[in-house]
């Protein structure tokens, strides 16, 4: 009977079976050949560039925001500044100001702006008048002035503005017309005008402030911004995307791209896919295994620069054992970078020796590196009576970042070598917002950092990372503060003359290495991947990318991908 | 079936209390300040903290707080992200049509190829499409879903270059979020693109709700089985049988329809499985859905949004089931007809 029944069923379900495979089949089929068919917007496509970047920036504010990421989604696209680097170099060249005055002591600078530039709508706000001097007052007096209506907006420290100490080195800024403005700073100081093309002096529209402020919505002045730059902030999904379109009145031209797409991706690999795939047009930070992989194919280009950046280690001076230099060489003597660099960098990478890069000015190639000696460390912690170690934290985050592809790796390396002479590192890992958060009110041991230059001058490693001022907001990570070396690179800040600079900067690189408040780790390449169609795409020597006077070669409908 | 829907109530409300429970012991658990959890840093013993220990009633009695926290979450209130400043729920609502969309093409693909496998073997017991049907199941339960959704990206999206790699649907649509639900959304913006943006998004769909589809799908197709073949072998099939009544009929009216009673269960149980699974489906597709939210809050120690969102996850999952549970009272008339 059940024999009889399964045979019967069977004859029945063979029919029933075809009848669904074939409508399964026959969706499957429009599914994946269908829409090649109805045809995708092909101007859409060929006036669409898609970046996968790596994570969502904390914030689209340009002066509270520390990291690439953020000034890559905020100011480089959206805003502009003062001045600007021209593309590729550390030279300063005319943006928003037409041109500049500076008086012989270099404490005033006038800055001409130029007429007719005009600010992006949106939906709170359509600009009645063109950028002039008040909207550089307020982008500049809304971080100096603590009791500024703005300064509170976002709850932030204005890390940028404070690093570079701007709060005490700007005496005025006096708007001489509507058009020319005056900075007045309280003593000479070489590197303004580098500082002044920095992200963090980004303008912003105080109009729209005034807007903001009229509907009780300021917190939109961070939500939706508004610049003059070459894109102007469309929409926002977090996690998910960015998407900016052309300003239709920027006052270089409009940008051939008409829309700009950010496709957060934080997974490396899924970006490389993604990037291969041809769904997005440009990678960032591609792992060194992504670069070998491409060296067969031909639909995608790399974009390979030195760049100017330092991974490294810091040690929370503060904390015992670490204030101990003795301690502190011993840790420098104990790592293995040889190792890290293969397995971490796999080479794309040099070793650091320095707290600034090789293609910085005042360089000091006469220093003499820490080498690998486990057996000279373990001496050294013997004559800091620490003969059994001792345990420390590594505080770290799971993030690829520009200086270094893998920084948990990093750290698992430097515990394998910890281990050796004795001390017990346990590994710390927050996302990269709480790691900065956690690691600038001190409470770590150590800490993997990184640092990729925002101007071509030294003292934005110097006055950045290791001054005394700058263990305040707790940027110097290594709460380093030697009086020799502070009183050095102050005064390098004063003069003018490049030549005598120099001469302190490296004097101050052989103070560092005696007191040793970092291991050095690397140098990287910094590297894009770009898809052919991709035209004039440059990479700036911060590690920053603008899509200003970026094309796309446009497709005919063949080779289009979907 | 009044006493049933208010029985299904009554175990709801229930659950509620117990979820709130235990979710305000862990948050009385968690280390360190719940203020400053909550608020970011502030001093303690200042102005602003005070408020905020008032404002969270930290100075009452546990009771009265107890009695504060279900009051805000019935009303709504679940904290605001320490990350975004954006109240939990309205962040919670913009990742969850992601994940329900995903989830619902999912549950659609386990739910049809489930049962269809499952009669499939129950008939054909012991056959090789019956071995077929167990082993490819067992392999598709135990398949770990990270590895399986790289292998399907390699393989459709890489080498054979027919779905995308990730995301919702291409960039070169610029589709408004209206409904958060894509497929809803790209028709919206039919007039702008017809229906190239809705292929696209289905496009976009085929691989991750394939790969979230897996595990419920091979639970469905053994309960499927199992429940069949017990069918099956019952004395009303062999009555209908013997009256004459066509193998079609039987099999899928008188068969699948008993069968179908003790899998509507299952089903509700997978809901769970489910979530689970799309926390790991998202990351791998880059799906910004509400794992994929949790994923990152995790990362950002950003409490309240976590504390929230396993929360509703939680609510959400008890909701499916209470719901299953009416369903399996609707289809089933046994449970229906008190004795």
């Given at each position: 009977?059940?024999?009889?029944?399964?045979?019967f069923?069977?004859?029945?379900?063979?029919?029933s079976?075809?009848?669904?495979?074939?409508?399964?089949?026959?969706?499957?089929?429009?599914?994946?050949?269908?829409?090649?068919?109805?045809?995708?917007?092909l101007?859409?496509?060929?006036?669409?560039?898609?970046y996968?970047?790596?994570?969502?920036?904390?914030s689209?504010?340009?002066?509270?925001?520390t990291?690439?990421?953020?000034?890559?989604?905020?100011?480089?696209?959206?805003?502009?500044?003062?001045?600007?680097?021209?593309?590729?170099?550390?030279?300063?060249?005319?943006?928003?100001?037409?041109?500049?005055?500076?008086n012989?002591?270099?404490?005033?600078?006038t800055?001409?702006?130029?007429?007719?530039?005009?600010?992006?709508?949106?939906?709170?706000?359509?600009?009645?008048?063109?950028?002039?001097?008040?909207?550089?007052?307020?982008?500049?007096?809304?971080?100096?002035?603590?009791?500024?209506?703005?300064?509170?907006?976002?709850?932030?420290?204005?890390?940028?503005?404070?690093?570079?100490?701007?709060?005490?080195?700007?005496?005025?800024?006096?708007?001489?017309?509507?058009?020319?403005?005056?900075?007045?700073?309280?003593?000479?100081?070489?590197?303004?005008?580098?500082?002044?093309?920095?992200?963090?002096?980004?303008?912003?529209?105080?109009?729209?402030?005034?807007?903001?402020?009229?509907l009780?919505?300021?917190?939109?002045?961070?939500?939706?911004?508004?610049?003059?730059?070459?894109?102007?902030?469309?929409?926002?999904?977090?996690?998910?995307?960015?998407?900016?379109?052309?300003?239709?009145?920027?006052?270089?031209?409009?940008?051939?791209?008409?829309?700009?797409?950010?496709?957060?991706?934080?997974?490396?690999?899924?970006?490389?896919?993604?990037?291969?795939?041809?769904?997005?047009?440009?990678?960032?930070?591609?792992?060194?295994?992504?670069?070998?992989?491409?060296?067969?194919?031909?639909?995608?280009?790399v974009?390979?620069?030195?760049?100017?950046?330092?991974?490294?280690?810091?040690?929370?001076?503060?904390?015992?054992?670490?204030?101990?230099?003795?301690?502190?060489?011993?840790?420098?003597y104990?790592?293995?970078?040889?190792?890290?660099?293969?397995?971490?960098?796999?080479?794309?990478?040099?070793?650091?020796?320095?707290?600034?890069?090789?293609?910085?000015?005042?360089?000091?190639?006469?220093?003499?590196?820490?080498?690998?000696?486990?057996?000279?460390?373990?001496?050294?912690?013997?004559?800091?009576?620490?003969?059994?170690?001792?345990?420390?934290?590594?505080?770290?985050?799971?993030?690829?970042?520009?200086?270094?592809?893998?920084?948990?790796?990093?750290?698992?390396?430097?515990?394998?070598?910890?281990?050796d002479?004795?001390v017990?590192?346990?590994i710390?890992?927050?996302?990269?917002?709480?790691?900065?958060?956690?690691?600038?009110?001190?409470?770590?041991?150590?800490?993997?950092?990184?640092?990729?230059?925002?101007?071509?001058?030294?003292?934005?490693?110097?006055?950045?990372?290791?001054?005394?001022?700058?263990?305040?907001?707790?940027?110097?990570?290594?709460?380093?503060?030697?009086?020799?070396?502070?009183?050095?690179?102050?005064?390098?800040?004063?003069?003018?003359?490049?030549?005598?600079?120099?001469?302190?900067?490296?004097?101050?690189?052989?103070?560092?290495?005696?007191?040793?408040?970092?291991?050095?780790?690397?140098?990287?390449?910094?590297?894009?991947?770009?898809?052919?169609?991709?035209?004039?795409?440059?990479?700036?020597?911060?590690?920053?990318?603008?899509?200003?006077?970026?094309?796309?070669?446009?497709?005919?409908?063949?080779?289009?991908?979907? | 079936m009044?006493?049933?829907?208010?029985?299904?109530?009554?175990?709801?409300?229930?659950?509620?209390?117990?979820?709130?429970?235990?979710?305000?012991?862990?948050?009385q658990?968690?280390?360190?300040?719940?203020?400053?959890?909550?608020?970011?840093?502030?001093?303690?013993?200042?102005?602003?903290?005070?408020?905020?220990?008032?404002?969270?009633?930290?100075?009452?009695?546990?009771?009265?707080?107890?009695l504060?926290?279900?009051?805000?979450?019935?009303?709504?209130?679940?904290?605001?992200?320490?990350?975004?400043?954006?109240?939990?729920?309205?962040?919670?609502?913009?990742?969850?049509?992601?994940?329900?969309?995903?989830?619902?093409?999912?549950?659609?693909?386990?739910?049809?190829?489930?049962?269809?496998?499952?009669?499939?073997?129950?008939?054909?017991k012991?056959?090789?499409?019956?071995?077929?049907?167990?082993?490819?199941?067992?392999?598709?339960?135990?398949?770990?879903?990270?590895?399986?959704?790289?292998?399907?990206?390699?393989?459709?999206?890489?080498?054979?270059?027919?779905?995308?790699?990730?995301?919702?649907?291409?960039?070169?649509?610029?589709?408004?979020?209206v409904?958060?639900?894509m497929?809803?959304?790209?028709?919206?913006?039919?007039?702008?693109?017809?229906?190239?943006?809705?292929?696209?998004?289905?496009?976009?769909?085929?691989?991750?709700?394939?790969?979230?589809?897996?595990?419920?799908?091979?639970?469905?197709?053994?309960?499927?089985?199992s429940?069949?073949?017990?069918?099956?072998?019952?004395?009303?099939?062999?009555?209908?049988?013997?009256?004459?009544?066509?193998?079609?009929?039987?099999?899928?009216?008188h068969?699948?329809?008993?069968?179908?009673?003790?899998?509507?269960?299952v089903?509700?149980?997978?809901?769970s499985?489910?979530?689970?699974?799309?926390?790991l489906?998202?990351?791998?597709?880059?799906?910004?859905?509400?794992?994929?939210?949790?994923?990152?809050?995790?990362?950002?120690?950003?409490?309240?949004?976590?504390?929230?969102?396993?929360?509703?996850?939680?609510?959400?999952?008890?909701?499916?089931?209470?719901?299953?549970d009416?369903?399996?009272?609707?289809?089933?008339?046994?449970?229906?007809?008190?004795?």
């Amino acid at each position: 009977m059940q024999k009889n029944f399964t045979l019967f069923a069977l004859l029945n379900l063979r029919d029933s079976c075809q009848t669904l495979f074939g409508l399964t089949l026959s969706i499957a089929l429009l599914l994946l050949t269908g829409c090649e068919k109805a045809a995708i917007d092909l101007d859409a496509y060929n006036s669409t560039l898609v970046y996968c970047s790596e994570g969502s920036p904390d914030s689209f504010d340009p002066h509270t925001v520390t990291i690439g990421t953020a000034f890559d989604a905020s100011a480089r696209q959206i805003y502009n500044r003062l001045v600007a680097f021209k593309p590729g170099t550390v030279e300063i060249t005319p943006s928003l100001a037409k041109r500049w005055k500076v008086n012989a002591d270099s404490t005033v600078y006038t800055f001409y702006l130029r007429k007719n530039v005009s600010f992006h709508s949106n939906e709170f706000f359509t600009p009645t008048r063109s950028f002039n001097a008040d909207d550089v007052l307020f982008s500049f007096n809304r971080q100096k002035n603590t009791s500024h209506p703005y300064h509170r907006v976002g709850n932030r420290d204005f890390a940028y503005f404070n690093f570079q100490s701007l709060n005490t080195l700007i005496k005025d800024i006096r708007k001489v017309d509507d058009h020319t403005i005056q900075f007045v700073l309280t003593r000479p100081y070489s590197p303004f005008l580098s500082v002044l093309a920095m992200e963090f002096t980004s303008i912003m529209s105080a109009e729209y402030a005034k807007a903001l402020t009229d509907l009780d919505q300021k917190n939109n002045i961070i939500h939706h911004p508004i610049g003059t730059g070459p894109f102007q902030f469309v929409r926002y999904q977090a996690d998910a995307y960015i998407r900016y379109r052309a300003h239709p009145d920027y006052w270089r031209g409009k940008e051939t791209i008409e829309h700009l797409v950010f496709a957060i991706t934080p997974d490396p690999s899924l970006r490389f896919a993604r990037v291969t795939a041809e769904e997005c047009d440009v990678m960032s930070n591609p792992l060194p295994i992504h670069l070998k992989a491409l060296e067969q194919t031909q639909a995608t280009d790399v974009i390979s620069q030195r760049g100017l950046n330092i991974a490294y280690w810091s040690f929370n001076t503060r904390k015992p054992p670490l204030d101990n230099k003795l301690v502190r060489q011993a840790l420098n003597y104990a790592v293995n970078r040889k190792a890290i660099l293969e397995a971490v960098y796999y080479g794309s990478a040099e070793i650091a020796k320095n707290p600034i890069p090789p293609d910085m000015w005042s360089y000091n190639d006469n220093i003499q590196g820490y080498d690998y000696n486990p057996q000279l460390a373990r001496n050294l912690l013997y004559k800091a009576g620490l003969p059994d170690g001792f345990s420390i934290d590594i505080y770290t985050f799971p993030e690829q970042r520009a200086y270094n592809p893998n920084t948990i790796k990093t750290a698992e390396l430097i515990q394998q070598d910890l281990k050796d002479i004795g001390v017990t590192a346990q590994i710390v890992t927050y996302e990269v917002g709480t790691f900065l958060q956690r690691v600038k009110s001190g409470e770590h041991d150590t800490s993997l950092q990184g640092w990729i230059a925002d101007n071509g001058d030294p003292d934005n490693f110097f006055g950045s990372l290791l001054s005394c001022e700058a263990t305040i907001p707790g940027q110097n990570s290594a709460f380093w503060c030697h009086e020799e070396f502070d009183a050095i690179i102050q005064d390098a800040k004063t003069i003018s003359k490049k030549s005598q600079r120099a001469k302190l900067y490296k004097r101050a690189q052989e103070i560092f290495k005696e007191e040793a408040p970092w291991l050095t780790i690397a140098h990287t390449r910094q590297n894009l991947i770009v898809n052919q169609r991709v035209k004039n795409l440059e990479m700036s020597l911060s590690g920053g990318i603008f899509f200003s006077g970026v094309s796309l070669e446009p497709q005919v409908a063949d080779d289009k991908p979907l | 079936m009044i006493r049933i829907i208010f029985r299904q109530l009554t175990t709801l409300a229930l659950s509620f209390l117990g979820i709130t429970l235990i979710f305000f012991a862990l948050t009385q658990l968690i280390p360190g300040d719940p203020v400053i959890i909550n608020y970011g840093n502030l001093t303690p013993g200042s102005e602003e903290y005070l408020a905020a220990v008032h404002a969270m009633g930290l100075d009452q009695s546990l009771f009265q707080q107890y009695l504060i926290y279900v009051d805000n979450i019935l009303h709504g209130d679940l904290g605001r992200s320490n990350i975004t400043n954006k109240p939990v729920l309205s962040e919670f609502f913009t990742f969850f049509p992601a994940t329900f969309e995903l989830s619902l093409i999912a549950t659609l693909i386990a739910l049809i190829f489930g049962v269809l496998a499952g009669v499939l073997a129950a008939v054909k017991k012991n056959t090789w499409v019956d071995n077929l049907v167990i082993s490819s199941s067992l392999v598709g339960y135990s398949m770990p879903v990270f590895w399986w959704g790289m292998l399907l990206i390699l393989l459709f999206s890489l080498n054979l270059g027919l779905t995308p790699v990730a995301g919702r649907i291409s960039y070169v649509f610029d589709i408004e979020p209206v409904t958060g639900l894509m497929l809803v959304d790209s028709l919206l913006a039919y007039s702008k693109y017809e229906f190239a943006a809705f292929f696209d998004a289905l496009r976009h769909l085929i691989l991750p709700s394939l790969v979230l589809a897996t595990v419920p799908l091979a639970a469905i197709a053994r309960m499927t089985r199992s429940s069949m073949i017990e069918v099956l072998n019952a004395d009303y099939i062999l009555t209908a049988q013997s009256k004459g009544v066509s193998r079609w009929k039987i099999i899928w009216v008188h068969g699948l329809r008993n069968a179908m009673i003790p899998l509507v269960t299952v089903i509700g149980l997978q809901s769970s499985v489910l979530l689970t699974g799309a926390i790991l489906t998202e990351t791998i597709f880059a799906w910004p859905g509400v794992g994929k939210w949790m994923v990152e809050a995790i990362f950002r120690r950003d409490f309240p949004s976590i504390q929230g969102g396993v929360l509703l996850i939680a609510f959400f999952v008890i909701f499916i089931n209470a719901s299953v549970d009416l369903l399996y009272a609707v289809i089933n008339p046994r449970m229906r007809r008190p004795k």
